[in-house]
């Protein structure tokens, strides 16, 4: 069932306030890929009173306040992408297109959605309900962080906002947990995964460098990231906080990881698994394309890419659902009558993630010394792809079930790790689940280029290459590989991007076609390197192509015809 949006819809359901509206910068989607419909189904399902305002227009105040004020708190969001990746490219030039707008086009999405969205419920509602931030947007700009569209390091969305409260990361049992003391008056401040603004330094919280300090001195904001960074497992980390004039974010501890139990659970609930019927005259709208029919089998990721946000946002430690619980929503969507029996994806941040995990970081928390799979697989990491083989073999033998694909990536140095599992798992996978071409992502060819991106060097991709045309050739079919590139990473130079070419050429006998120019998001490793031209692992200093041109060189010098 849909969440209300109207009047109408409270009116229907014999309701004359809402509990909690949540304000997104995404068009409405009832679907399990949208944080904004799992949040709402979650509190709805325990009983909470819900309603979704999306995209609002910030010139019309009757968008804003058609839902009336809630009773508890306001939830808002930038939507499934940071609103400033969303609306600018790698060049910093306006994007035309939204994924996740009705008919595409880029109007809806404010610059800094929350902080716009925060004000404006502010000017139509005085001393309302509690404002509350969640999202990607606000998880990853929860503390001092450099942002790329202004080039400089920007305050705690937080703070900037003027919100009261902030709950990073995946956020299911911290907003149950934030509207069950509001509804008994409780204190919310205590609750781990939520952040907060106070007066007094917390007492037994590791202080951060302040927000004037990192501003500074670019030292200084690497020594506060390594901390920040080293603290977001649930099991390990410790609460923080970080001065700003004379008062302090205040960030409490993770909060615990759904189990399995609770994440089957989540996503068990009564999604419609489509856009809203108020957008039917507004035009399509793309990302339902690629999640309508595609399963989530776990969340968060142990690869760690340095240029990747996923670690922090969902967190380094793989939780993943039960074979049945998959089975079912399969079975839900072959009862669907717009469905054609393709499940269009199996997966989750990387697909062959699934079904294992260190267990060590199970009992006490990822390591801050180490990764799990860069330079090389830790040993202790018991890699085992018959667990996501043998859940597609289930998947493809349902009635109704024609296809099923693995559209995402796969890590292929974990593949190669796996000794027992590994070259089986991929002769199934090219067989049965490749819709003619895999993704890989290798991102670069050149070992100091891939050091800094914190991914594997290019032998490993040489010998999956070998593989994967191997078991095509057994498998009797024209598959082949897509290649993912990345230009103008800090460290890369020209140079290298024509080294990359070379290799391409050479080795991989074409010129790759998926080539994107790095864009520093708010709280990865890329780019505190590309802010500080450090590197922040050694200290040294790198070389860091920010120049426009430079940059559309370094893309334009791969897909060149000529060397």
Request: glycine letters at 8%; proline letters at 7%.
């Amino acid at each position: 069932m849909f969440l209300p949006t109207t009047q109408k819809e409270l009116r229907d359901r014999g309701w004359d306030q809402l509990d909690v509206i949540l304000v997104t910068g995404d068009a409405y989607i009832d679907a399990p890929h949208m944080g904004i419909a799992v949040v709402g189904h979650v509190l709805a399902d325990l009983g909470y009173r819900v309603g979704v305002i999306a995209q609002p227009d910030v010139h019309d105040p009757e968008d804003i306040t058609r839902l009336g004020e809630p009773a508890l708190f306001w939830g808002v969001s930038g939507g499934s992408i940071d609103s400033m990746v969303a609306n600018y490219t790698a060049l910093k030039k306006p994007r035309r297109s939204d994924d996740y707008t009705p008919g595409g086009r880029n109007e809806r999405r404010p610059d800094r959605a929350v902080i716009v969205y925060t004000n404006l419920i502010k000017r139509y509602f005085k001393d309302t309900a509690p404002i509350v931030l969640g999202g990607v947007e606000a998880s990853l700009r929860r503390v001092a962080h450099y942002d790329y569209w202004d080039d400089a390091v920007r305050r705690s969305v937080l703070l900037d906002a003027k919100a009261d409260y902030l709950i990073y990361g995946m956020a299911e049992k911290t907003v149950v947990a934030f509207a069950d003391a509001l509804r008994f008056g409780k204190p919310p401040g205590i609750l781990r995964g939520l952040c907060a603004v106070a007066d007094e330094p917390q007492k037994g919280y590791l202080e951060l460098p302040s927000y004037e300090a990192v501003r500074a001195d670019k030292r200084a904001f690497i020594e506060m990231f390594h901390a920040f960074y080293d603290n977001n497992d649930p099991r390990n980390a410790q609460g923080l906080m970080q001065r700003y004039g004379n008062r302090y974010l205040i960030q409490n501890p993770p909060a615990p990881y759904l189990t399995q139990e609770e994440l089957d659970a989540v996503y068990g609930l009564d999604f419609e698994r489509d856009a809203h019927p108020i957008y039917e005259e507004q035009g399509d709208i793309k990302a339902l394309d690629t999640i309508r029919f595609a399963l989530s089998t776990h969340r968060g990721c142990y690869g760690e890419c340095n240029f990747c946000a996923i670690a922090v946002h969902e967190g380094r430690t793989i939780r993943w659902r039960s074979p049945a619980s998959i089975e079912a929503e399969a079975r839900e969507l072959v009862e669907r009558p717009d469905f054609k029996g393709t499940i269009q994806d199996v997966s989750g941040p990387t697909a062959n993630m699934y079904g294992f995990e260190c267990p060590k970081k199970l009992r006490e928390g990822a390591c801050q010394d180490r990764r799990c799979i860069t330079p090389q697989v830790c040993p202790t990491l018991p890699v085992d792809h018959s667990h996501h083989r043998d859940l597609l073999r289930r998947l493809r033998r349902l009635p109704g079930v024609k296809n099923v694909f693995v559209s995402s990536g796969l890590r292929y140095d974990l593949l190669l790790h796996d000794e027992e599992h590994g070259d089986a798992y991929l002769d199934e996978v090219v067989a049965h689940h490749v819709s003619g071409q895999m993704k890989v992502a290798p991102e670069h060819t050149e070992e100091r280029v891939l050091r800094a991106m914190g991914k594997p060097g290019p032998e490993p991709l040489l010998a999956f290459r070998e593989k994967f045309f191997d078991a095509t050739e057994r498998a009797g079919l024209p598959q082949f590989l897509t290649y993912y590139i990345i230009a103008a990473h800090p460290g890369c130079t020209l140079a290298d991007m024509r080294r990359l070419r070379a290799f391409a050429v050479e080795e991989l006998e074409l010129l790759p076609e998926q080539v994107q120019i790095f864009t520093p998001t708010p709280s990865t490793y890329a780019s505190l390197m590309y802010y500080t031209e450090i590197d922040p692992f050694t200290g040294e200093r790198m070389f860091v192509e920010k120049g426009f041109k430079g940059k559309r060189k370094q893309k334009r010098v791969v897909r060149s015809p000529k060397a």
